[in-house]
Nanobody, 122 residues
Framework: QVQLVESGGGLVQAGGSLRLSCAASGFAFSRYAMGWFRQTPGKEREFVATITWSGGSISYADSVKGRFTISRDNAKNTVFLQMNSLKPEDTAVYYC???????????????WGRGTQVTVSS
């Protein structure tokens, strides 16, 4: 049974930091690229960051470049999103997802977590 479980969300003041984690099980994690997406009510799911199976290639949305860092630990089947210099517009539910090919398009992803809420107060 495939599971992706996000954790680490919460309430933080603008300028603060959070580190999201996503624990994966039930599939060959080290063979999949992993991504982070976010969504706010009434808006389409938005790409945040993605990393290849080896960590050799990474891509970020322009809106988070220089502030967020994606990483992974294949030994622990976990992907991380370090979020620094948070802004109120980063408020969203954050989802991790798995895909066989490197992609920034949410519809191409195979497996999804249930999400974790991040709220940034001004």
């Amino acid at each position: 049974q495939v599971q992706l479980v996000e954790s680490g969300g919460g309430l933080v003041q603008a300028g603060g930091s959070l580190r999201l984690s996503c624990a994966a099980s039930g599939f060959a994690f080290s063979r999949y690229a992993m991504g982070w997406f976010r969504q706010t009510p009434g808006k389409e799911r938005e790409f945040v960051a993605t990393i290849t199976w080896s960590g050799g290639s990474i891509s970020y949305a322009d809106s988070v470049k220089g502030r967020f860092t994606i990483s992974r630990d294949n030994a622990k089947n976990t992907v991380f999103l370090q979020m620094n210099s948070l802004k109120p517009e980063d408020t969203a539910v954050y989802y991790c997802a798995a895909v066989m090919i490197f992609s920034t398009t949410w519809s191409q992803y195979d497996y999804w977590g249930r999400g974790t809420q991040v709220t940034v107060s001004s």
